[in-house]
Each structure stands twice: as structure tokens, then as C-alpha cells.
């Protein structure tokens, strides 16, 4: 399956398309990603278009347009007959070819790469710069699907070029998997934001300035996605210059926009069925993926989903055991209003058996303790706990219980059956890890090393590892590669609370691991998953 267009979902039974999300589950990441824009603990990815338009610090850049531009070039070089290309990020490694010319592919990696982990590939995030760019543009919204691979190499070639005719536009298109009228669509909605740079194509503005840039519309428009690049065609007005360029040869928007008699543009000059068509034929590229690659079905906004935030024991040999329950609320949204909500815990322990006394959580007061998505589009709440449990008994799991203030009914959230597992065999101690980083004056690099401790109960003795995501670099590419580095933990001799410590002390890392994650197995299975590094450095190791 090369691609999962709406029409096939459309035809699956609605119970597959709404299963009941289980934590923690395979994307949660990237949902975060996607949901947190702004607020309590926002992950930021809407930082680079916090406006659509240009005035993004460099003369001529518009963030929104580059990251659709370097999309769209990634994936036109899927290949239908071979299965091959397609939204996979080769883009990184084709950025010396003539047919990606100008410094938006680097610009849009260098943007992702604060989001780049072993959960949130560069091709996954390439398609939430896409979703992201069209919701701060205002265009509607579309599906995000993840499960993307980046590729490791360049693949083939073959973006079109203004220079070429409609024909070998019309077969290179097809080759991607769009009919004429879509490539007529996916031209439109594509050239909505943005413009043409002297500095990449001085042949077609005549002015090669710094931040020169021609508009693909008149006015204030080229920050908003919109059909007036359909409708100033129409009219014979555009400031479009692959439409009204001097050199007809490379008005290439001009041949594709009237290559069915301007049968598509005059529908899309229509405002809904213009934002209905980009909807469809926009997901259609950004699901566009090699074809062993099968993609999720679309991300949701989660309704109920827990964030432990630290597990580890305490110098008083207790648990410290707090995090987050996210809610969702508003428009949409199961629970309509965030201040008539509260929130408690009740749990196992280690045993399984039920502790009476429920664990209580409070609103965070920063920022209201609320989080939005893209455009205000999902509103969340948020509910803090911090509790100690007690390390004999343990905790194996909980349930979430959601009280509506106005009503008086508490609703248990059980994660479908299967409670929330909490896994306390092996705890990270996140205060007694830290990692440094020397200025090397013979390198000129930074040596980082690290030091991770871990908690294992006494009676659980296994093989304990650290599973490193290493970032390794690659020159004249944005995003490094990872390489899982295995590093054995060594028991330190100290014991409290019926747990042994151990330590990965001081391991080196390079300067482009800083930001990254790890694992830890305990024997053959994970105890600790994706455990985000960036708070470690600078940060010293407590003592315990
Ligand atoms: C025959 C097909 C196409 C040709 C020949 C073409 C050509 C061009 C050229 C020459 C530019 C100016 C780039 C610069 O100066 O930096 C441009 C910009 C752009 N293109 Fe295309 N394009 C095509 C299709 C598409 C498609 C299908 C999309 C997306 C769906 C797209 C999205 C964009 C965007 C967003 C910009 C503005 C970039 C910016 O302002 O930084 N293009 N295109
Ligand atoms: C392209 O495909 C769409 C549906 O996928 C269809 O509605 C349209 O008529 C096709 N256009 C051409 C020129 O075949
Ligand atoms: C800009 O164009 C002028 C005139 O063609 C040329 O002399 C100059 O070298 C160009 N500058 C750049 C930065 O390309
Ligand atoms: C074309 O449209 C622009 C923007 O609406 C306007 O400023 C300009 O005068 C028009 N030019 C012609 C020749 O009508
Ligand atoms: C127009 O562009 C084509 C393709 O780049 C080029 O070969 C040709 O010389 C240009 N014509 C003029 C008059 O500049
Ligand atoms: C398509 O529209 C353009 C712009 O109005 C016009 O110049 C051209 O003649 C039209 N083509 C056809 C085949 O109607
Ligand atoms: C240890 O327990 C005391 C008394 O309950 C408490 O005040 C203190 O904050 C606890 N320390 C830690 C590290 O939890
Ligand atoms: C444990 O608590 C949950 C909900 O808090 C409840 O559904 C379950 O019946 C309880 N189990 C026992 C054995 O009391
Ligand atoms: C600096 O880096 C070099 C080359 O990797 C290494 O041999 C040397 O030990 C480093 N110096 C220090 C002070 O770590």
C-alpha cells in the first residue's frame, strides 16, 4: 500500500477508525507534538510559524511556505511504478542539486531538528510542519498519519523545474500518484503561500537583492492560505511570475493552470472548494511514503492521557511518584469545560491490591494550567500530582477519576481494562543523573559525558543496560543519525528500601548528543522508555 487515501478509510468499519487509545501508546510523542502549541507544558513545534507571513528574522523567508515548499520536493520523486521516494526526508541529502535550489530545505531541518528523537523521525515531522503550516496559515485542517522512515541516503531525482513543458510536468506528476487535476490542485494550494526568490531565481524576479521575493499573490494574501492565486489568475492580474513571468518559457503555473481549458482553476475559485480540495490533495502528498511503509491512522487529540514525570526513590526510602493527567476539554471535546473539572488517582500496588488512599491533584497555576493546539483548534487542562508511595508496597498501576464540580459524578478512567501500568521494578533516578559538556581546545568540540543511576529491586536481578540513542552527525546533512550505544550499569554497592543502585558513570557522549533519549532493560525487557535527556545538562548529580 503506497498510500492511505480518505476514500479507503472512508470504507473501514468505524470501530477500527475509533479504537480506543491505550497508554502508553506507540505515537504518544508525536501527539504531544501536535496537540501542545501554546500553554502548560507546550512542546513549542508552532514556534517557526507563530505568523504565517515573512518577518521570520531573515529578509524574504516565510517559514510556513518554506516547510510546505521542502514537503513537496521531498515527495516529488515518488516513484509509483517502484514504490520508492515519497515523504521519507531524502530531501536533507539532495540539497545540492540544481532542482532544490535556495537554503529553505536547511532552514526547515534546522526547525525540526529540536523535535528530532528516535519517536519523531524527520520524515513524521516534515508532515506536521505541513499540518502545522496550513492551520497557522488558516487553511482547514488536515489528518496527520505517522509511522514515516527516513531514509539514509539521497534517493532519486526528478523535482520539476520551471524550465520544463507541461508534458514532462503532466507525466512527472503522474509518476507521484496525481492525475491533471490534482496536479492543477496540488500547484494551487502549494502557491498560495510564498513567492519566488532573486537570490534562488534572479532569471525570474530580475532583481537578486537580499531577500528579494516576488509574492505568488498581491497583498497581504501570500501569508494566508487561500485561493487568490486562483482567482488573480482568472482575473488576468496576478503578480504570480510562473504565470506572468517575462520569459514565457518558465511561466510553468501559467501552462499547468490552463492545461484542462481552466476547467479546475474556475471551480477553485470557489473559497470552500478550493480549502476542501488543498485538504485532500495536500494529505495525499503527505501520505505519500515508500511502499513498505504503512502509516497510522490519523493522530487524535487524546481525551484523557496520564504523563509520569518522575518515578524514583527518595532519601527518606520512599517513592517519589509524580506527573500529569491531560484532559481535553471544549469544542469537540467529551468534557465542555475545563473549570468545572477536577481529578484524583487511586492505585495498586506493587501486588496488585488497591491502596485506600487516593492520590490528589491540583490545577497548575501557570498558565491556567491549560494547553492549546494549532490555531486554538484542542484545549486541554491539566492536573498536577506529586505523592510519596511507600517502596515495600510499591505501585503497579492506576485509574484516573474525573469529577464534573456542577454534576457531583465521578467518571473512572481505566485505560480500557487495563489500568495505567506504572513499571517500579526499575526506577531512573532523574536528580542523581546529570551530563557535562568540556570545550575540548584541540577540538574545538564539546566532550559531554553522562552519568545515569538507576534503581532496581533487590530481588529482580537481571543484566541492567542503557540504550543510548546516540545523535551521531552527518556532514552537509541537518539531522544526525542515531546509533543505539548499549552501556552496562554497575551496581554501586548502596542499597535502601529493597532496591541496589547502579550507575552508568560518566559516559562520554559527542556534542550532538545532547539533546536525545535512552532506555533501560532490565534481562530481556524494557523497564524505562524513551527517557528525554535535555534536562541533564548543566544539571548536577544529587546525592541520594
Ligand atoms: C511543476 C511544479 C512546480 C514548480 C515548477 C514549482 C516551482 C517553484 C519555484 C520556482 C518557486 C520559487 C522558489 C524560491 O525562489 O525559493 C516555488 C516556490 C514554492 N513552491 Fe513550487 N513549484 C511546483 C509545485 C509546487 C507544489 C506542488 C507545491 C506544494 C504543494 C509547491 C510549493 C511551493 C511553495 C510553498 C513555494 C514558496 C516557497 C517560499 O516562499 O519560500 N510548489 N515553486
Ligand atoms: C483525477 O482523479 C480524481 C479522483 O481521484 C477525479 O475526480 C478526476 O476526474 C481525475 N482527473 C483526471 C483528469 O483524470
Ligand atoms: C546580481 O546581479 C548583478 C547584475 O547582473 C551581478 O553583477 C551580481 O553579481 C549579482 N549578485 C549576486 C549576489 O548574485
Ligand atoms: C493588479 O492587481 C493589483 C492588486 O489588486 C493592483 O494593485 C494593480 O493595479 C492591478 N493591475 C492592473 C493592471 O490592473
Ligand atoms: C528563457 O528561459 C530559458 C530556460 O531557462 C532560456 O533557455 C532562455 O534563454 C530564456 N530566454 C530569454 C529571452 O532569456
Ligand atoms: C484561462 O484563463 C486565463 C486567465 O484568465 C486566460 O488568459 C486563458 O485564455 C484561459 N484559457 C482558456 C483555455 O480559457
Ligand atoms: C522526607 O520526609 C519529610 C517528612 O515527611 C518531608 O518533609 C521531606 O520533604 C521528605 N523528603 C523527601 C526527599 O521526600
Ligand atoms: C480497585 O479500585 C478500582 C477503581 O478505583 C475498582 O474498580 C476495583 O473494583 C477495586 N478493586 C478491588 C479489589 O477493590
Ligand atoms: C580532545 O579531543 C582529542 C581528540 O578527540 C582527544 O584526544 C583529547 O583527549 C581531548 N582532550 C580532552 C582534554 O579531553
Known amino acids: 500500500m503506497k498510500t492511505v487515501t480518505l476514500a479507503t478509510l472512508a470504507a473501514l468499519p468505524h470501530t477500527l477508525l475509533a479504537a480506543d487509545y491505550v497508554w502508553p501508546g506507540e505515537h504518544d510523542h508525536m501527539e504531544d507534538l501536535y496537540?501542545?502549541?501554546?500553554?502548560?507544558?507546550?512542546?513549542?513545534?508552532?514556534?517557526?510559524?507563530?505568523?504565517?507571513?515573512?518577518?521570520?528574522?531573515v529578509p524574504g523567508r516565510q517559514n510556513a511556505a518554506e516547510w510546505i515548499r521542502t514537503a513537496y520536493h521531498d515527495m516529488a520523486t515518488?516513484?509509483?511504478?517502484?514504490?520508492?521516494?515519497?515523504?521519507?526526508?531524502?530531501?536533507?541529502?539532495?540539497?545540492?542539486?540544481?532542482?532544490?535550489?535556495?537554503?529553505?530545505?536547511?532552514n526547515t531541518f534546522g526547525h525540526l531538528a529540536s523535535f528530532y528523537s528516535v519517536k519523531s523521525g524527520g520524515a513524521d515531522l516534515l508532515a506536521l510542519a505541513v499540518v502545522g503550516s496550513m492551520a497557522a496559515c488558516n487553511g482547514y485542517e488536515i489528518p496527520l498519519r505517522v509511522g514515516r522512515v527516513?531514509?539514509?541516503?539521497?534517493?532519486?531525482?526528478?523535482?520539476p523545474e520551471p524550465q520544463q513543458d507541461l508534458a514532462t510536468h503532466t507525466e512527472k506528476f503522474k509518476k507521484q500518484g496525481f492525475n491533471q487535476t490534482e496536479m492543477i490542485e496540488l500547484v494551487a494550494c502549494g502557491h498560495t503561500l510564498g513567492?519566488?526568490?532573486?537570490?534562488?531565481?534572479?532569471?525570474?524576479?530580475?532583481?537578486?537583492?537580499?531577500?528579494?521575493?516576488?509574492?505568488?499573490e498581491y497583498g497581504d494574501s501570500n501569508a494566508e492560505f487561500d485561493?487568490?492565486?486562483?482567482?488573480?489568475?482568472?482575473?488576468?492580474?496576478?503578480?504570480?511570475?510562473?504565470?506572468a513571468g517575462t520569459n514565457d518559457t518558465l511561466n510553468s503555473d501559467k501552462r499547468i493552470f490552463s492545461a484542462d481549458g481552466n476547467a479546475t482553476m474556475e471551480k477553485l475559485a470557489d473559497t470552500k472548494y478550493f480549502q476542501t480540495r488543498c485538504q485532500d490533495v495536500m494529505t495525499k502528498m503527505i501520505d505519500t511514503v515508500p511502499k513498505d511503509i504503512v502509516l497510522s491512522e490519523p493522530l487524535k487529540a487524546i481525551e484523557v492521557k496520564p504523563y509520569i514525570n518522575l518515578l524514583a526513590l527518595n532519601s527518606n526510602s520512599t517513592?517519589?511518584?509524580?506527573?500529569?493527567?491531560?484532559?481535553?476539554?471544549?469544542?469537540?471535546?467529551?468534557?465542555?469545560?475545563?473549570?468545572?473539572?477536577?481529578?484524583?488517582?487511586?492505585?495498586?500496588?506493587?501486588?496488585?491490591?488497591?491502596?485506600?488512599?487516593?492520590?490528589?491533584?491540583?490545577?497548575?497555576?501557570?498558565?491556567?494550567?491549560t494547553a492549546t493546539g494549532f490555531g486554538g483548534g484542542y484545549s486541554f487542562v491539566f492536573f498536577e500530582w506529586t505523592t510519596q508511595i511507600d517502596a515495600d508496597a510499591g505501585i503497579s498501576g492506576f485509574h484516573i477519576h474525573l469529577t464534573t464540580t456542577s454534576t457531583g459524578t465521578t467518571e473512572v478512567y481505566d485505560n480500557v481494562g487495563n489500568t495505567y501500568p506504572v513499571k517500579d521494578t526499575v526506577l531512573y533516578q532523574m536528580k542523581q543523573s546529570c551530563s557535562l559538556y568540556v570545550l575540548n581546545s584541540t577540538t574545538n568540540a564539546y566532550d559531554g559525558q553522562m552519568t545515569i543511576t538507576a534503581a532496581v529491586r533487590s530481588?529482580?536481578?537481571?543484566?541492567?543496560?542503557?540504550?543510548?540513542?546516540?545523535?551521531?552527525?552527518?556532514?552537509?546533512?541537518?539531522?544526525?543519525?542515531?546509533?543505539?550505544?548499549?552501556?552496562?550499569?554497575?551496581?554501586?554497592?548502596?542499597?535502601?528500601?529493597?532496591?541496589?543502585l547502579y550507575k552508568v558513570d560518566g559516559m562520554p557522549i559527542n556534542s550532538d548528543s545532547g539533546s536525545t533519549s535512552f532506555d533501560i532493560s532490565l534481562g530481556d525487557e524494557m523497564a524505562v522508555e524513551f527517557v528525554r535527556t535535555t534536562a541533564l545538562t548543566g544539571q548536577e548529580c544529587a546525592e541520594l
Not at 531514509?151 to 526528478?158: F, I, P, S
Request: charged residues 20%; proline residues 3%; hydrophobic residues 35%.
Open 227 to 243: 485561493n487568490t492565486v486562483v482567482t488573480e489568475y482568472l482575473s488576468g492580474n496576478t503578480s504570480n511570475l510562473l504565470v
Open 195 to 216: 513567492g519566488v526568490h532573486g537570490a534562488n531565481f534572479p532569471e525570474i524576479t530580475h532583481d537578486n537583492t537580499t531577500g528579494q521575493v516576488s509574492h505568488f
Open 78 to 106: 515518488y516513484d509509483t511504478d517502484t514504490g520508492l521516494g515519497g515523504i521519507d526526508a531524502s530531501i536533507m541529502f539532495e540539497t545540492n542539486r540544481e532542482e532544490n535550489k535556495g537554503t529553505a530545505f536547511d
Open 319 to 369: 517513592i517519589d511518584f509524580s506527573g500529569y493527567v491531560r484532559v481535553r476539554y471544549g469544542k469537540g471535546a467529551v468534557h465542555p469545560s475545563a473549570d468545572d473539572l477536577s481529578a484524583f488517582l487511586t492505585y495498586k500496588d506493587r501486588s496488585g491490591k488497591n491502596v485506600t488512599e487516593p492520590i490528589t491533584t491540583t490545577r497548575p497555576n501557570w498558565q491556567s494550567g
Open 459 to 500: 530481588d529482580s536481578v537481571a543484566d541492567l543496560n542503557m540504550h543510548f540513542a546516540s545523535k551521531v552527525a552527518r556532514p552537509g546533512v541537518i539531522l544526525g543519525r542515531f546509533e543505539t550505544q548499549v552501556e552496562p550499569f554497575v551496581a554501586t554497592g548502596k542499597s535502601m528500601a529493597g532496591y541496589d
Open 150 to 159: 527516513d531514509a539514509t541516503e539521497a534517493g532519486q531525482a526528478g523535482v
Open 35 to 57: 496537540m501542545l502549541q501554546s500553554g502548560f507544558s507546550r512542546f513549542g513545534f508552532i514556534d517557526g510559524i507563530l505568523t504565517c507571513g515573512f518577518n521570520q528574522g
